[in-house]
Structure formats: C-alpha cells, structure tokens
C-alpha cells in the first residue's frame, strides 16, 4: 500500500469518527469570541513599559479619591466578547469562578440579555470585600481598613511582617468557566486552564 493511500484511508477514517461524534452543545446559534480580564491589585507593583496597562488601571480608578473607593474598586474585571446569529431574547452569560480562599466553592454571576446584538459584550467583576475578603487577627479581630492598607503596604515593602492576618472569604479567582445558556440549554462555554468540571 502507498504511503499516499494510506493517508487517505486515515483521512477518510478520521472523518468518519468526527461525524459520528456527539454535538457538545445544542446550536450554533451564539458563540463566545475572547474572554478578557483585567487585574486591579496592589499586593505587587506592575513594572511595564505599555501605556495601555497604566491608563486601564487609570481608568478603574477614575473618581476613586479614598482609601475605601480604592480598596472597593480592587479585583478582576472579565469581559466576555460573543456573537449571536439572531436577535431572540433570553440568552444567560453565566460567569462561574473559584477564589483562592474559598476552596472548592463555586460562586455564580449571571447576566440575563434581552437584546441580543449580532457582536455583544457582557461584563463581570469580582472586587471589593468579594475580592479581598475578611481578615482577621490571630486574636479573632477584624482587621479595619486603615489596618488592611497598612499590612498590604508592609507586605509591597518587603518588610518582615511580625503578626500576620488570615483572611476569611475572598481571594484571587484561580480559575473561571463563562456559558452561553438560552432555556437552561448551553451553547456555548469557554473556561480557563485550571477549571475542572
């Protein structure tokens, strides 16, 4: 047999099995394009050259002008980019995301479109006391936001730490999963990395 007929034979073998492949959501209809987040921490200063990262974290803090706006606009921003062949309502952007100190706990933001547009935008933010979280001293004391700024400068600084917080609740979102949903059936899905389902 020659090399050309046994690539062909596989070709047409390959085919087959992609055919017989069950669909993995129901329609075609919608589709999700990017997802992209932003990170608005200050637990390490970003070193960058690129005048885009500087006016993004600018712009997320415009209007900020306390110590408490600050700590309050603190987080990821995710922005999912999708497309909808057709304008029919009712299509569900669910944002499920896991958070450094919550563990296995799922937490769920959904966005409900009325309207979709044939190119669309929906957008989600985990920040604030969400993001951060509690912490508390070693004593079961609450840390106040004047001690919380204070322990994250301490920390930026590089300086030795004697007592040290834990928070409780909050935390990075270590891995995310975004679906398209109309009438409780998928469409489509895009998740990141680390998400297991």
């Not at 840390?143 to 935390?171: F, M, N």
């Amino acid at each position: 047999m020659t090399p050309r007929k046994t690539c062909q034979i596989l070709l047409s073998l390959g085919g087959a099995f992609a055919l017989a492949a069950p669909a993995v959501f129901a329609s075609d209809e919608v589709e999700i394009r990017k997802v992209n987040y932003t990170a608005l921490t200050f637990e390490r200063p970003q070193q960058t050259s690129d005048a885009m990262i500087d006016f993004e974290r600018r712009y997320l803090l415009h209007g900020a002008i306390t110590t408490e706006d600050i700590r309050a606009r603190r987080g990821k921003y995710f922005t999912v980019l999708w497309r909808a062949k057709d304008a029919a309502p009712g299509i569900v952007v669910r944002f499920e995301y896991l958070q450094a100190y919550t563990g296995a706990q799922i937490h769920v933001q959904e966005v409900t479109v009325d309207e979709a547009k044939r190119s669309n935008s929906t957008d989600f933010q985990v920040i604030g006391r969400q993001y951060t979280g509690e912490w508390f001293w070693p004593n079961g004391k609450q840390l106040t936001d004047r001690e919380y700024e204070s322990y994250v400068a301490k920390l930026r600084s590089g300086e030795t730490i004697q007592e040290k917080p834990t928070p409780k609740g909050g935390g990075d979102v270590v891995a995310w999963k975004v679906t398209l949903l109309r009438d409780g059936v998928a469409l489509d899905t895009e998740k990141s990395y680390l998400w297991r389902d």
